[in-house]
């Protein structure tokens, strides 16, 4: 499995990330003719150049806009390219008056979907631009389709995004990971005077997201929203250097001269630890949280959503039916215990597991189908086995079975329930002689 490492000392930035992207082989010339189906070409003009940071040389990736509208109007966070390290003491007023166009969720989501880019690099930009309205709509108290992006919305976000996860489906990489982010420091000038490092929306990603961040002694805004939404979307962990045969490391380049080399060191390789992966489909688009997982040698350390409301005002039939919902609607797990409500009235504990980007439909069926009020959300880790499904003969044809393996060592063979069941119904068995067959069928096969 081919993974990924944003390793980011000075912070990260989108511009950072596509620099290196590039200086990690991605042809600039096919990032540029995958933006240009978002039919906004006429906004700006890209190019690269090596740059060196402390001695050691980088790629920096520019983005040049045209046509910007000084009318627009100061953006919520930066003065220039949002993408760019801020610096707080040299803001020029051309600076401050360069923007790109000011777009909403929903017009950017468009463009999106309307260009035909890869299914991959569609879905992850969909789910950055979405994690950063859900951030900024926070901070404001308004709906995340109702934010005015003025830095999200600009053409360099679009390009910085929508560049980034082109970069990594061309690289072909399954799995990305992001090392703990560094806060910065001091202050940055907004649309309504100065806002504290990490500005609001950096700091309610990382919030969202439980990021690990620690100080480097650097007082500078270092992550940008973007580069933090990029990192809380498609990372599937914060964590030190994973497991890897390393292959490729590209060196993407911040625009300051920093104490230490201002350079997002994107390693590349091959995973060691094998473990389940499934591919992205367009239907499991993220709109809050990206699951975060840790492999280990012998199990699979998963970050997963819960769910919990206490019910006493609704139906058995209402529960019942929420199951179903639920699990149709790609909850992990979904069960209830009696619990004793006030007024000493009886109700049930309604719990959900889910994989944190389906918490928001869960979310969705809860609220629809039961008479909650409230749903408690929590993060929480848990260990799993690494799975494989085997397409097992037998006499009645053929039966799944679901394999637990603790690194090479197989600790757990289950019999498919409803293939087992289907085969019971049809036959008039006993479903527990159904799967004993298969069990011994899969032994005899050892």
Known sequence: MKIAYLDCPTGIAGDMCLGALVHAGVPLEYIMEKLNLLGIAQEYELSTEKVHRNGIMATK???????????????????????????TENDSSAEKNHHAHNRHLPEIEALIK????????????????????????????????????????????????????????????????????????????????????PVPA??????????????????????????????????????????????????????????????????????????????????????????????????????????????????????????????AAGALDVFTQPVTMKKNRLGVLLTVICTAENLSVCEEV?????????????????????REIHQLETEYGTIRVKVGKMGNKIVNVQPEYEDCAKVARRENMPLMEVQKMVLQNWKKRE
């Open 61 to 87: 990736f520019h983005v040049k806009l045209i046509h910007a509208n000084p009318e627009d109007g100061e953006p919520l966070t930066f003065d220039s390219h949002h993408h760019h390290h801020h610096d």
């Open 114 to 197: 309307k260009a035909g880019l890869p299914e991959r690099a569609e879905v992850w930009s969909l789910a950055v631009f979405r994690k950063l309205a859900a951030a900024e709509g926070a901070v404001h108290g308004i709906a995340p389709e109702k934010v005015h992006f003025h830095e999200v919305g600009a053409t360099d976000a679009i390009i910085d995004i929508v560049g980034t996860c082109l970069g990594l489906d061309w690289l072909n990489i399954d799995e990305l990971y992001c090392s703990p982010l560094p806060t910065g420091g001091g202050t940055v000038r907004a649309a309504h005077g100065r806002l504290p490092v």
């Open 202 to 327: 950096v700091l309610k990603l990382w919030e969202l997201h439980n990021v690990p961040v620690y100080s480097n002694g650097i007082e500078k805004e270092l992550c940008t929203p973007t580069g933090s939404a990029i990192a809380c979307a498609i990372a599937r962990g914060f964590c030190s250097y994973p497991s890897m045969s390393l292959q490729c490391v590209g060196l993407g380049a911040g625009s300051q001269n920093l104490a230490i080399p201002n350079i997002l060191r994107l390693w590349i390789g091959e995973s060691k630890a094998q473990t389940q992966h499934s591919h992205i489909k367009k239907s499991d688009v993220p709109t809050t949280e990206v699951p975060y997982n840790v492999s280990t040698e012998n199990s699979h350390l998963e970050t997963v959503s819960v769910l919990e409301t206490q019910i006493d005002d609704c139906s058995p039939q209402a529960i019942a039916y929420t199951f179903d919902t639920l699990l």
């Open 366 to 386: 809860i609220f629809r189908e039961t008479t909650t009020l409230g749903i408690r959300q929590s993060l929480q880790q848990r260990s799993i086995l690494a």
